[in-house]
């Protein structure tokens, strides 16, 4: 069974940046695919970025593009946040898996999540 620890959420100003990291513990790879999503209060959850097993390709959520960006060092995911705005407030969580999932959804392992807070 694979552990998923999300770290790095807090209360930041519109404008700021903020990195969000997540361990990956237990299971027998050495590497998983992952990704982030994220849920704000009322909505559903939503696609952040997901990296491939090998770290050679990337995905983003729309809403992100040019302001995020996802890195992974083994068992290790970052999310590097910039130009952090109000919609970004929401609880980010971690997600792997063994395959390459994408933007999909269906990681098999998730993370209790990290809160993130931006206000107006």
């Known amino acids: 069974q694979v552990q998923l620890v999300e770290s790095g959420g807090g209360l930041v100003q519109p404008g700021d940046s903020l990195t969000l990291s997540c361990v990956a513990s237990g299971g027998t790879s050495s590497s998983y695919a992952m990704a982030w999503f994220r849920q704000a209060p009322g909505k559903d959850r939503e696609f952040v970025a997901a990296?491939?097993?090998?770290?050679?390709t990337t995905y983003y959520g729309d809403s992100v593009k040019g302001r995020f960006t996802v890195l992974k060092d083994r068992r290790t995911l970052y999310l590097d946040m910039n130009s952090l705005q109000p919609e970004d407030t929401a609880t980010y969580y971690c997600a792997a898996d063994e395959m390459n999932l994408g933007p999909t959804d269906e990681y098999s392992y998730w993370g209790q999540g990290t809160q993130v807070n931006v206000p107006v």
């Open positions: 990296i491939s097993w090998s770290g050679s």
